[in-house]
């Protein structure tokens, strides 16, 4: 897996916050559990009655180290399947981590919120009744009630009904609920799985909430097929155009605009999309968007309040600026909306329940923070987070506050190996962005760099430190994360092979440079000596391998071609005419 195939899925990485309500009988069917007044302290404990080490606290939701641990584990295995087992990369790790810390703090968040709405997540009759566990009749109610709700019964609908639905799935509804109530009780008179138990039933008791309020009307529907069209004046930032030059075009037409010059000669001046096919001119092009795709970004809904004809100011459109001018807004339902209104009611209700489940959870995240009492933790969080941030000048700040506090994990506080990466990572997007001051960012970050090499093989890593030290004329701590770097660079692949041959080259470099003395210089050729010596065996070792894989490969083919020949001749079958013409005559009777 490339470092920027990492990084895409890593920005991508976590559950946000798009929690599918209902999307059919299948979820529903196949509920288990996962890691999914004044109120009372919600927290993991051990037999003995202790409290489990708290990594991170939600109002009054404790989260355990166990908690994190166990759902990184599961993701890290999901990884591994994925990526072929190829998971070594420290950033892996990382990844796995904080999605686990992001998930954990968003169902601790759903308790904050079902307890404003009375949820008593301390009382166990309260989560039991929230998951509809206290009879099957109330079960099944609820699963009636949910799938007349999304058109998977209908209005009218009986209990043999939602039977039928539930054969047809493979299961019986009396044996998930007796599954789920068994775990359920199982996991609530534990101490340390209870608060699993608690998140499930608050997130549950705020989704029906929201999905039994949804009730469209057929006007509702049609209004999922409303589009909008613009003409758009976009300014795009490269490796030559910078956000502020981009910014700052961008300010320039929409002053041409202002100052009377139509859209569309200001489209054609400063516009960088090319004309679309068949048309000549920029000012020609125009772009539909549904208007429910539109509303969902904060940036781009001011643009449903223009009239046609107006325009916008320059808005952050990823890598550039675009001025938008509204030509047109209108609602075309298709000619099948009849025969199709049970799915477009069921798409419906699982957009806005996924959207007023987001509103939700983005106003308690204003009123309820996360407290960390791990700080690797915690740094991982908001690097994480900072990935989503709204502007750059928002993500570079949340990056510095990841860096400020992963910096300061030391080796013997818990998830050092989290802080000493996020540290790193963290570095690597100060230190290479655009505005960086790299002199005033050099001292910090040599010293996390020089960390992150003592326990993780990473041979740019090194080669920066070494580079550092070499410019500084120290040459005994050049030498010393060169031999590191060698140290580390275990096995004879392809890459091992490509790192043994830079680390080479540096070490000659600091030779040039009068910066290795001559026990130095003993001792890594002794080095190079054993590598090679134990190179060679390796490769006599694989050839031998690969000798005995031919071998076997071609006795086996042998093997076949003499089981084929041996094998007893079939006599070959006339066919169906020839046979019919010697028993009857040709063609008759």
């Not at 302290?41 to 641990?69: H, W």
């Not at 109610?141 to 007349?148: E, N, V, Y």
């Not at 859209?263 to 068949?278: L, N, R, V």
Request: charged share 30%; glycine share 6%; net charge neutral.
């Amino acid at each position: 897996m490339s470092i920027s195939n990492f990084q895409e899925k890593f920005i991508k990485g976590g559950c946000g916050k798009a929690i599918v309500i209902v999307s059919g009988a299948a979820l529903i069917f196949g509920m288990v559990f996962s890691n999914c007044s004044k109120a009372q302290q919600i927290s993991a404990r051990g037999l003995n009655g202790d409290k489990l080490q708290t990594a991170f606290s939600v109002g009054n939701v404790e989260i355990p180290v166990s908690y994190i641990d166990k759902s990184a584990a599961d993701q890290l295995e999901k990884m591994k399947m994925q990526f072929g087992g190829s998971v070594t990369d420290p950033r892996f790790r990382v990844q796995a981590v904080a999605g686990a810390i992001g998930d954990l703090v968003q169902q601790a968040e759903c308790v904050q919120i079902a307890q404003k709405q009375g949820f008593n997540g301390g009382n166990d009759d309260d989560v039991k009744k929230a998951l509809h566990f206290t009879s099957e009749k109330d079960f099944r109610d609820i699963l009636t009630t949910t799938f007349r709700k999304v058109g998977q019964l209908k209005p009218n609908s009986t209990d043999k009904d939602l039977d039928d639905l539930a054969e047809k799935q493979g299961v019986k509804i009396s044996d998930i609920y007796k599954k789920n109530l068994e775990d359920a009780e199982k996991k609530l008179k534990d101490p340390a799985d209870r608060p699993l138990v608690v998140m499930q039933a608050a997130q549950r008791f705020i989704s029906e909430k929201i999905l039994m309020s949804i009730n469209p009307t057929d006007d509702d529907l049609k209004k999922q097929f409303e589009s909008v069209t613009f003409k758009q004046i976009t300014i795009k930032t490269d490796a030559k155009v910078t956000d502020d030059q981009a910014k700052a075009k961008a300010d320039k037409a929409e002053a041409d605009l202002k100052a009377g010059k139509s859209f569309e000669d200001t489209m054609d001046a400063y516009s960088e999309e090319a004309p679309m096919p068949g048309k000549k001119k920029k000012s020609e092009n125009e772009q539909t968007y549904p208007v429910n795709i539109v509303g969902e970004a904060p940036d781009f809904k001011p643009l449903l309040a223009l009239k046609p004809g107006g325009y916008s100011d320059p808005v952050k459109v990823g890598t550039g600026y675009t001025i938008f001018k509204l030509i047109d807004r209108k609602i075309k339902v298709p000619d099948t909306f009849e025969k199709q209104k049970d799915q477009i009611r069921t798409s419906f209700i699982s957009q806005e329940s996924q959207k007023q489940m987001k509103e939700q959870l983005d106003k308690i995240e204003k009123e309820v923070k996360p407290s960390f009492q791990i700080k690797a933790y915690e740094a991982a969080y908001i690097f994480m987070r900072a990935q989503s941030a709204g502007s750059p000048d928002e993500t570079a700040k949340a990056v510095q506050n990841a860096f400020d506090i992963a910096k300061t994990v030391g080796k013997q506080d818990p998830g050092y190996d989290i802080g000493i990466s996020i540290a790193k990572m963290s570095s690597d997007v100060l230190f290479n962005s655009p505005k960086a001051d790299k002199a005033k960012l050099k001292a910090d970050r040599l010293k996390v760099l020089e960390s992150y090499v003592e326990d993780n093989k990473d041979w740019a890593s090194s080669k920066e430190v070494i580079d550092n030290y070499k410019d500084a004329k120290n040459g005994d701590a050049a030498y010393h994360a060169l031999t590191q770097a060698f140290d580390k660079n275990l096995g004879f692949d392809i890459d091992a092979q490509r790192d043994y041959s830079e680390i080479s080259a540096k070490f000659l470099e600091l030779k040039a440079a009068g910066l290795i003395k001559p026990e130095q210089e003993k001792e890594f050729l002794g080095k190079q000596k054993q590598w090679s010596t134990e190179k060679t065996k390796y490769d006599q070792e694989q050839a031998l391998i690969k000798k005995q894989e031919d071998e076997a490969r071609k006795k086996a083919e042998e093997d076949a071609k003499k089981a084929k020949a041996n094998a007893p001749k079939t006599p070959a079958k006339g066919n169906d005419s020839s046979i019919i013409n010697q028993g009857t005559g040709k063609g008759g009777k």
